[in-house]
């Protein structure tokens, strides 16, 4: 599984921004995606998930209310919406698949099995 994530820029504080992460090569239906993001000098953190059978949602306390975590089935793509963003939502997002299929979420960058490659997401003041 390939998995690109696509969609980051530049923008200002108040300002929207929509990740992409597709997958190509093998496909799983009992996956969970998630995205996470890694700001410099800081460790890689949780940020959303979504169960791709089912479609349940996770976020973590910081992007409740702001961001919006969304699948295409038939285009294998998923999605991050961000409004309201903040100059602390300033990092390298990465999304992921868990192929672990016993629960609805999964939080922790171990329980994660195939990763994009990242796509910078800056806020300014």
């Known amino acids: 599984v390939q998995l690109q994530a696509s969609g980051g820029g530049l923008v200002q504080a108040g300002d929207s921004l929509r990740l992409a992460c597709a997958a190509s090569g093998r496909t799983f239906s009992n996956i969970v995606m998630g995205w996470f993001r890694q700001a410099p000098g800081k460790e890689r953190e949780f940020v959303a998930s979504?169960?791709?059978?089912?479609?349940?949602?996770y976020y973590t306390d910081s992007v409740k209310g702001r961001f919006t975590i969304s699948k295409d089935n038939a285009k294998n793509t998923g999605y991050l919406q961000m409004n309201s963003l903040k100059p602390e939502d300033t990092a390298v997002y990465y999304c992921?698949?868990?192929?672990?299929?016993?629960?609805?979420?999964?939080?922790?960058?171990?329980?994660?099995?195939?990763w994009g490659q990242g796509t910078l997401v800056t806020v300014s003041s």
């Open positions: 992921a698949y868990s192929l672990l299929g016993n629960r609805s979420y999964y939080t922790s960058s171990a329980q994660y099995h195939y």
């Open positions: 979504i169960r791709w059978n089912g479609g349940a949602t």
